[in-house]
């Protein structure tokens, strides 16, 4: 499938969470594939700094926005100044997440809720808005930030394997509906990826690089309007053996 250089030249999207991690690498690959991007934090400064750093390497138009998405009235905000500064939307990248993990008996109600608000209520009012956003251009792409937590639990994951659980369910049932209107609906299931993500200490070269991620995420976009990948799973090839 040949694909011309900058495919999204012309393209708006969001991408939630864009300030470092997955977030940031796939903010990156969308702007140096020409998108315009319009991306959040949770304060102001890091999401400019992040914009004005992404503008400058890659030469394109990117947008920081201020935005706790587990908040109605931030997501409703943020998407009130996407649709002032575009046309549209052509791509919604729901990639905000956190982890806090314990077991049930040790789970606090505070991070139960933290959990499932931030990682799966949070992608349902990101969704709410940049829906009609989407259909005003006549469709387009949402794209989830799953995790291979969403189908293996684990001990001490009881709020994270059902927020992402959730999200999984949420996200097949989304392209049921919408599948006729020009929206396709993907969700990517990463397992161990090399952030600072839930605290982790280090980094780790035979963990998944943000950029693979970013990588998988442009494959979707650039697939053919025939054709619908609703599920990605990516693994690392060689983690640690288990003694």
Sequence with gaps: MAIEEQYLKGKYAVVTGGTRGIGRAISERLL???????LCGRTRASAERAAAELS?????????????VSRLEDVRRFF??????????????????????ASVDRLTPAEWHSMIDLNLTGVFYCCHYALPLIKQRGGGFVINISSLAGKNPFAGGAAYNASKFGLNGFSEAMMLDLRYDKIRVSYI???????DFGGQAGRSDWKIAPEDVAEV????????????????????SRPPRKP
């Design 32 to 38: 140096r594939d020409g998108a315009t991007v319009a």
């Design 56 to 68: 400058q390497a890659t030469g394109g138009e990117a947008l920081g926005i201020a935005a706790d």
């Design 80 to 101: 009130e100044t996407v649709a002032e500064r575009f046309p549209g939307l052509d791509v919604l990248v729901n990639n905000a997440g956190a982890g806090a993990f």
């Design 189 to 195: 299931m990463p397992g161990s990826v090399d952030t």
């Design 217 to 236: 995420a442009a494959m979707l976009l650039r697939m053919p309007e025939r054709t619908l990948v609703s599920r990605v799973e990516m693994r690392p």
